[in-house]
């Protein structure tokens, strides 16, 4: 939990996400969970690196975040990787819902972290794919920008 100082904890982190997709517009959302989910969570197990967020029924659920079963829980465990509805509001729901509707946008998962009031939350962006040369457009400038701050530090 985080404490009363700190802003928020990271639990989970899709640092894929910011090399497969231009990330436009992020949103916060929370997440309804079951009691050994949460369990779960506070013990830092979680990965957000191969799910999404889809629109289902008017509501936004997150597919295949996978939580790993609690270790102390018993028969009444969780599912691993069940589809999760994200707590968002009406107008939210519109917008991303509309953004999604439009040329090849998806729902990305980037941040899964506890809020300073201890609560789970998920940071989804609404992101377009990268092409192959988009990518090694991104690795080439990361690898610049490396080269050049080792540069700097040699010669001073």
Avoid: C
């Amino acid at each position: 939990m985080a404490a009363k100082g700190e802003k928020s904890t990271l639990i989970a982190e899709n640092r894929r996400a910011r090399f497969d997709y231009f990330l436009e517009d992020t949103v916060e959302a929370g997440i309804m969970l079951t009691g050994t989910e949460v369990k779960s969570l506070r013990a830092g197990k979680a990965n957000i690196a191969e799910s999404y967020a889809a629109v289902e029924n008017g509501a936004i659920m997150l597919i295949n975040a996978d939580i790993p079963p609690y270790a102390g829980g018993n028969r009444f465990n969780h599912e691993p990787r069940r589809p999760r509805k994200l707590l968002l509001h009406a107008k939210q729901i519109d917008k991303l819902s509309g953004a999604v509707q439009r040329d090849g946008r998806t729902l990305v998962p980037t941040r899964l972290y506890w809020n300073d009031k201890g609560i789970a939350k998920l940071e989804i962006a609404v992101a377009t794919g990268k092409k192959a040369h988009d990518k090694r457009e991104t690795t080439a400038a990361r690898d610049w920008q490396r080269d050049k701050a080792r540069l700097m530090r040699e010669k001073g």
